[in-house]
């Protein structure tokens, strides 16, 4: 692949800035932003949500779809491919475990029992690359999750063992938090739902309710917890109830002050998340994200650039939100080489904050003038601004590889690496 010098790159970029300031936008204090702001990756697109406890299948009604070649096996796999993910994109990242890539040894260990020493491996390896960690329990591909209801179950026995496993997560979360020095989010998600129509969709709820209760009962330190759960719409076998649903953990997450995860498949197809931050954030402290793609269905694609992604990095910017949303990842493409994958979402997540940081203020005194037609007219002026140029710049800046040079270390990678697995 054909890449610019470092010095056309940077001369491109000064006439770029200089494009920008007509507008009135500061490109450098937008970068220094950009730089600033974590994008958490999900560990799970680097083996399509496996884990290392069994190579049973993905259930809960999630799937990821294809079997390209040479997905991460275990720990060292898995680490080893992030290593190249996180030097492809720029600036801040920190990395988002499920309980599922626990690793404990030759012993098999209970997702109940789970402690922090089980993610050793990756608290030292994120510690020495300065990543923070954040963390996910994992209610899913498990015999006790095969009805398809964990922590709203009507069997005690079951929603005991779920409780025990989030609480054992929070626990996990907190040493991790402790040990990096900044809050672990750590998320609820469980598929429970109904395939058909059910007659009673308060009982589950309740009991929803009693399970979160009993998981949050005891208060963790905020510099070192903070508490997500996710709703969602529907699943693969929940099409007609899910018991945990975006009112349900609306209202939840407001009354126990803790976060709400938006997940962006996880609403009617054209409902998007961007218009749900500022609704959540003037009720909730923070929120957390999970930026996905669905394609008819929350099909987790891997994030693009486009009109979805765009709006919500700019809903984060615009609403001055940086410090009170947690951007996570939530993609999983078994089809394509999944480093590609994972850097392509990373760096569109990216893209898209630069583009909301590089907005004029302008925008919004036309709006608060009544000017619909200035504000709409420079909306699609900026479009197409060179924003590459910028971006270009910025990977420079990161050592990170500015353009499509960042593929071909990935096939390089997959030659001398995932080929051999
Ligand atoms: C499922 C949720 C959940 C999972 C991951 C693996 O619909 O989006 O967040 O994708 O936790
Ligand atoms: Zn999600």
């Excluded at 012993?107 to 390896?125: C, I, N, S, T, Y």
């Excluded at 018991?243 to 997940?263: M, N, P, Q, R, T």
């Excluded at 004029?360 to 140029?389: H, N, S």
Aim: net charge neutral.
């Amino acid at each position: 692949m054909k890449t610019f010098s470092d010095s056309r790159i940077e001369k491109v970029f000064q006439f770029a800035k200089e494009t920008y300031a007509t507008h009135g936008v500061d490109v450098d204090a937008a970068l220094k932003t950009l730089s600033s702001i974590p994008v958490s990756l999900h560990c799970w697109q680097g083996d399509d949500v496996t884990g290392f406890e069994n190579k049973e299948g993905l259930s809960g009604g999630i799937q990821a779809t294809g079997n390209y070649p040479g997905k991460a096996r275990n720990g060292d796999e898995l680490r080893q491919d992030l290593e190249l993910v996180l030097k492809l994109a720029p600036g801040k990242k920190r990395l988002n475990l499920h309980s599922i890539y626990a690793e404990t040894g030759v012993k098999k260990v209970d997702r109940a029992k789970l402690q922090p020493e089980h993610f050793a491996g990756w608290m030292d390896w994120a510690k020495a690359r300065g990543i923070g960690l954040d963390f996910n329990g994992s209610f899913f591909s498990h015999p006790k999750a095969a009805s398809g209801f964990t922590l709203s179950s009507r069997d005690a026995a079951i929603r005991d063992y779920w409780v025990e496993h989030a609480i054992s997560c929070r626990k996990i979360g907190e040493a991790m938090g402790r040990k990096q020095g900044s809050p672990c989010v750590t998320n609820i998600w469980i598929p429970d739902g109904f395939k058909d129509i059910p007659v009673d969709r308060k009982t589950p709820r309740e009991i929803l309710r009693q399970s979160l209760d009993r998981i949050l009962a005891e208060k963790i330190d905020s510099r070192y917890l903070l508490d997500a759960v996710e709703p969602k719409l529907f699943g693969i076998g929940s099409e007609s109830c899910v018991i945990g649903s975006h009112e349900f953990y609306l209202a939840y997450a407001v009354e126990k002050k803790i976060l709400l995860c938006l997940d962006a498949g996880h609403y009617h197809p054209t409902e998007t998340i961007a218009d749900k931050i500022s609704s959540s954030l003037i009720f909730l402290d923070e929120i957390l994200l999970h930026v996905s793609r669905g394609v008819r269905w929350d099909s987790d694609h891997v994030v693009i650039l486009n009109d979805d992604l765009l709006a919500i990095a700019a809903e984060i910017v615009r609403g001055g939100f940086l410090d009170r949303v947690h951007i996570g990842l939530d993609f999983f493409d078994a089809s394509i080489n999944r480093l590609a994958a994972w850097t392509i979402g990373v760096r569109c997540m990216q893209k898209a904050l630069l583009a909301a940081l590089l907005e004029p203020a302008d925008l919004r005194r036309r709006e608060v003038e009544g000017d619909y037609t200035g504000r709409l007219a420079m909306l699609e002026e900026l479009k197409t601004l060179p924003l590459g140029a910028i971006w270009d710049y910025h990977c420079l800046q990161h050592q990170a590889p500015a353009g499509p040079a960042w593929l071909d270390e990935v096939r390089a990678y997959e030659q001398k690496v995932l080929s051999k697995r």
